[in-house]
Structure formats: C-alpha cells, structure tokens
C-alpha cells in the first residue's frame, strides 16, 4: 500500500516562492502517474501538476499555474517536487500530493496535504 507525505508548505509574500515535497513508500512499483491538487476554503479541488512517475518525464499542468509552477521527480527518492514560483493570494489553498496505481483510472490515494499561504 502506497504512502504519500508531503512537506514545505507555509507563509509566503506575494511573488515569492516555495518548494512542495511528496515522499512515497510502500508499493511504489504499482505507481504510474503522480499529482498535485489544491483546495482553498469553499472551493472545489484543483488539479494543479502532474508528472509520470517513470520512464520520460511527462508533465501536464493546470491552467492557473502554468509557467509559474514545475513539478519534478527524483526516482531514486521516490519524491515528487512542486517548484511555485510567483505566488499571489489566489494561491493560497491546502496542498495535496496524489498517486495513481496502474490499475486505476484516478489518482487513489492521497497524502494528509500541506498548507500554502500567500500574503498580499
């Protein structure tokens, strides 16, 4: 059974940066596709950045962050990184790092999330 936790989140001035890690352990193997979502106070979740979790590099992003936010991966690790870069308020959101096993459809599993709060 995979495990997710993700770290580095906190308070950051508007157009600053922060670095999100996610640590994955146990069934690591089955893993095929890794994410990022966000969700602020009373909104719905945000697919923010995805990446394959081997083999080339494959990345997709969401709208509201592309060119602003990277997500990378270090396989020897088995951490997956978020790179913001920029930061404004309407960042702001509690973080979550997700995982996608090869037999499902979506990502099924999902860390605790890290909070991400940007100052104006």
């Known amino acids: 059974q995979v495990s997710l936790v993700e770290s580095g989140g906190g308070l950051v001035q508007a157009g600053g940066s922060l670095r999100l890690s996610c640590a994955a352990s146990?069934?690591?193997?089955?893993?095929?596709?890794m994410g990022w979502f966000r969700q602020a106070p009373g909104k719905e979740r945000e697919f923010v950045a995805d990446?394959?979790?081997?083999?080339?590099?494959?990345?997709t992003y969401g709208d509201s962050v592309k060119g602003r936010f990277t997500i990378s991966r270090d396989s020897g690790k088995n951490t997956v990184y978020l790179e913001m870069n920029n930061l404004n308020p309407e960042d702001t959101a509690l973080y979550y790092c997700?995982?996608?096993?090869?037999?499902?459809?979506?990502?099924?599993?999902w860390g605790q999330g890290t909070q991400v709060t940007v100052s104006s």
């Open positions: 997700a995982a996608r096993s090869i037999q499902s459809a979506q990502y099924n599993v």
């Open positions: 146990g069934g690591t193997f089955f893993i095929n596709n």
């Open positions: 990446i394959a979790w081997r083999g080339l590099m494959r990345t």
